[in-house]
């Protein structure tokens, strides 16, 4: 098929002019269009989770869940993953993985099952286009310990064998910090480096070979990925040791290990290999297309280009969204031809074949009314179906909903996090609030009788102070005049460091931009703050004559109100709002007739603040001749009909920003969670109305600073074509407000006071004298074997079908060995065995292996198999109290 693509000053292709015909030769693929799957997906679930297939002579075969990670470099695989979402049901997403040495065969067919997958769901789902090594943030989420990318597979005559775990020798190149990759290369000196961490993997034993050069998040998460190998991979019982490349004397049995698998070592290693480039968190460069058949012809023709408005999508087409190369998103609008939407993502391939984009470029494909988060941060504006509009209340958790005009209720803030960040707002505002001016570059206190005057030609510290828990907490506001001099800018800048060091840190740093004022920020001074267009509040610096003046009053209670000078032109005014006008005689009211009594309440309290004149309330329509004489004569001004404003519900997105790889970079994290927050990194995380900065405890400064100016790059190059003057919030690791921690769900206050850092958890790991001790089994059994000799072990992620064990006992069951597993804990079962859960789920006591109690049957599996059931950690469950407990083993079947 051939695509043409066409800019948006070109016309359709004509009927007339000679186009390819959309007709093919049938071919195998398009059989398998035609055949009936219903048996091929009968057995896929629609419960939340995760579920992998590879292709296998162009079939779909199930990758058993202890392979949920490896990736043979010669298949592709199709990954569902189900979500159950707050308050809005279930999503779904389909991602089809292209190994580089897959054959053509294969990814045709794997893009025909996820095309069928999708129509068997519904059609709802997003499909996802991923290959090796460039895969999404959403996909890498999946995997949290890593990707292992596998030589082999179908199409290089490998198989799939799993004839015994231990009988393995491999070396993983092991890379990044966020989202961890380890690829299998050469078991040789030859390919280790200064920079990376390799893994040196033999069945009984895995050493982790930090390079010098490595930091410390990446040995953290090298030691994750070895211990989730020993867990899925090996039932737990394999010990795991580490070597420090910079300091190998350290450690002379492992070393001993090492050289026995790879030999004496001759020369020097090779330096650090460079990372990949830093990801490209967004591309400014974003167009619409529209994909429609022309008299048999498919045409591609652009519609828009940015920023991007949600009306330019209609239900009876499709289009493809291009990010400048980056990313390419395909659009089905419900109304769609059939043939259309089961042709999307093969027209989006082909559009990046015509495009000449790489293959890693990204592609996915969305039905209208399931848009990804990413899609709609293309957009201006985006509204989903059914989503509140005017007046009224909305609890729409995980959306930015628009905020509820009622008093607070500041023990619900506080015990629901995620209403406070929904809300933009810590506490009720009913805490402590001091104010300081810079002056000559230094703070002078203000006059607490003046709170709430804020001059456009100055600069404000604004420190409040509230209680959760009986614990002073602090937001620090940096409020900028849009007339203030550069000098005052910095200077506001200096003066918060200091207070802030006053504080030891504590407070939380909002930057605020004249007219951009937080909901909290109005909140706090209790429906009397007042915005001068221009001038100072300096005691004693008379302000120049300025002749009337003429303020614009928003807001339905003393929480959300705010007064803004305007132009004194006729044309300022708005039939939906209050104005006061303010002349050397008299001080008018101006009703216009879309306000609401309460705006009329909230205008007249500001009103006294501004004045004690008499007042006058002029209502539209009924202005008296000196009303127009003072804005200089009548003119027309907005008097459309109430358009209620509402905030888009963008979902929130989190992004790291390091400079531990040697140049600044930021990532998104897909999925996120507190445990993502680096204690070594500053993390952007952008809520759409702010963006707040996380700033780690051991961040070094140069990230810190980097990360404020690369939030405001962000907003300045977002596609959807953000206000670049959205407040940027300060946030240190310990002292999140709720506005923040509500993003994340369950959030941890102790979090950073405990854990396992990377010392903690290598000190857990087994002894070097241990491995030592089992070297020689290790001799005997393989080391003198080659390792292409047949018969070796292929860690999981083919498909199922090898031989299964004829015991109860699964094949990883060994005898304890001297060390425990690093939880600590070891299995009281017979003679110390971990079982196969099948034989451990739903069974009656009499029906147990000899040996297990009925009552600790969770003590026999590994920590793999106990996370997946019972959904929590064995330390955190036996901090749980015994009710739940029960409660959790009752719906595993364990009970």
Not at 445 to 452: A, H, I, K, L
Not at 512 to 538: Q, S, Y
């Amino acid at each position: 098929m051939e695509y043409r693509v066409e800019s948006k000053n070109e016309k359709p292709w004509s009927k007339d002019a000679a186009r390819p015909s959309l007709r093919q030769k049938p071919t195998k693929f398009s059989r398998m269009m035609d055949d009936d799957n219903q048996e091929t997906f009968k057995n896929v679930s629609q419960k939340p989770g995760l579920q992998i297939w590879t292709i296998n002579n162009m079939q779909m075969v199930p990758v058993p869940a202890q392979g949920f990670g490896n990736f043979f470099e010669g298949d592709c695989y199709i990954i569902l993953h189900i979500s159950q979402n707050k308050g809005s049901g279930q999503s779904a997403d389909i991602h089809y993985w292209i190994g580089n040495s897959s054959s053509q065969d294969e990814q045709g067919a794997a893009a025909i099952y996820v095309t069928q997958l999708d129509e068997h769901l519904g059609g709802s789902p997003v499909q996802h286009r991923e290959s090796q090594g460039n895969e999404s943030a959403m996909f890498r989420s999946y995997f949290k310990n890593g990707l292992i990318y596998k030589k082999g597979g179908v199409a290089s005559g490998f198989h799939h064998v799993e004839p015994n775990v231990y009988n393995v020798l491999r070396l993983l190149h092991v890379k990044g910090r966020k989202h961890v990759t380890a690829t299998e290369v050469e078991v040789s000196w030859n390919s280790f480096n200064n920079g990376d961490i390799f893994l040196l993997d033999m069945g009984k034993a895995i050493v982790q070979w930090n390079g010098p050069q490595s930091n410390k998040r990446e040995k953290l998460k090298a030691v994750l990925l070895a211990q989730d190998v020993r867990d899925r991979e090996r039932g737990g019982r394999a010990q795991i040791g580490v070597v420090e490349g910079g300091a190998e004397r350290d450690s002379p049995e492992l070393m001993k290990i090492m050289t026995a698998v790879l030999g004496q070592r001759s020369g020097q290693l090779k330096e650090a290999v460079a990372d990949d480039e830093p990801d490209q968190v967004q591309n400014a460069s974003v167009r619409l297309y529209q994909v429609f058949e022309n008299g048999g012809n498919l045409v591609v023709q652009e519609v828009a280009t940015q920023p991007l408005t949600q009306d330019l999508l209609h239900s009876s087409d499709c289009y493809i969204a291009d990010q400048g190369g980056s990313s390419v998103m395909v659009w089905k609008g419900k109304q769609a031809s059939k043939v259309e939407r089961q042709e999307a993502l093969n027209r989006a391939l082909g559009y990046m074949k015509a495009k000449k984009y790489p293959q890693s470029t990204s592609v996915d494909v969305m039905s209208e009314g399931g848009e990804s988060a990413m899609f709609k941060h293309l957009f201006k504006s985006w509204r989903d179906k059914g989503q509140t509009q005017g007046l009224g209340a909305t609890y729409n958790v995980g959306k930015i909903a628009k905020v509820d005009q009622v008093k607070f209720d500041v023990m619900e803030l506080h015990a629901r996090p995620e209403l406070a960040a929904q809300q933009r707002m810590v506490d009720d505002a009913s805490g402590e609030v001091k104010v300081w001016r810079i002056e000559k570059l230094e703070l002078a206190e203000v006059n607490p009788n003046t709170y709430g005057q804020f001059y456009g030609g100055d600069c404000y510290l604004v420190l409040y102070t509230y209680q959760i828990s009986n614990q002073q907490q602090y937001i620090l506001y940096m409020w900028q005049g849009r007339h203030a001099t550069k000098d005052e800018i910095t200077a506001c800048a200096f003066q918060a460091v200091n207070v802030d060091n006053k504080y030891n840190g504590a407070p939380v740093q909002v930057r605020v931009i004249m007219g951009k004022e937080p909901r909290h920020f109005l909140a706090i001074f209790k429906g009397k703050l007042i915005i001068f267009e221009g001038g100072t509040g300096r005691p004693g610096v008379v302000n120049p004559e300025r002749g009337p003046r003429l303020f614009q009053v928003r807001g339905t209670n003393e929480l959300n109100t705010k007064a803004t000078e305007v132009p004194s032109r006729a044309s300022s005014l708005n039939t939906n709002d209050v104005f006061v006008l303010q002349t050397d005689h008299v001080c008018n009211l101006w009703y216009g007739k879309g306000c609401s009594g309460d705006e009329r309440v909230m205008g007249r309290s500001v009103s006294e603040a501004l004045s004690k004149q008499d007042k006058q309330v002029v209502m539209e329509g009924q202005e008296p001749a000196e009303f127009w004489v003072a804005l200089g004569g009548k003119a027309p001004y907005a008097c459309d009909k109430r358009l209620q404003r509402e905030e888009p519900p963008h979902s929130p997105r989190l992004f790291e920003c390091s400079n531990q790889t040697g140049c600044f970079r930021m990532t998104e994290v897909h999925d996120y969670a507190q445990s993502d927050l680096d204690e070594d990194d500053v993390m952007l995380l952008d809520t759409w109305e702010e963006i707040f900065l996380w700033v780690g405890d051991s961040a070094n400064e140069y990230e810190t600073k980097e990360a404020w100016n690369s939030a405001q790059d962000y907003l300045r190059t977002h596609p959807a074509g953000r206000d670049t003057e959205t407040p940027i919030v300060s946030v240190k690791q310990g002292y999140e407000p709720p506005t923040f921690t509500g993003w994340f769900g369950a959030w941890d206050p102790h979090k950073w006071s405990g854990g396992n850092s990377y010392e903690e958890m290598t000190k857990k790991l087994s002894d070097p004298a241990s491995l030592a001790q089992i070297s020689v089994d290790l001799s005997n059994s393989f080391f003198n074997k080659s390792p292409a000799s047949g018969g070796g072990y292929r860690a999981p992620g083919g498909p199922t079908g090898s031989p299964r064990p004829s015991s109860p006992i699964s094949p990883s069951a060994q005898r304890a060995p001297s060390l425990s597993p690093s939880s600590g804990f070891s299995p009281s079962g017979p003679g110390g065995m971990y079982l196969d859960p099948e034989v451990l789920i739903n069974k009656s006591p009499s029906e147990l292996p000899q040996g297990v109690d009925p009552g600790r049957r969770e003590d026999h599996l590994t920590d793999a198999a106990f996370e997946n059931l019972l959904g929590t950690t064995r330390s955190d469950f036996k901090r749980l109290p015994k009710w739940r407990q029960s409660d959790l083993k009752k719906k595993a079947g364990l009970f």
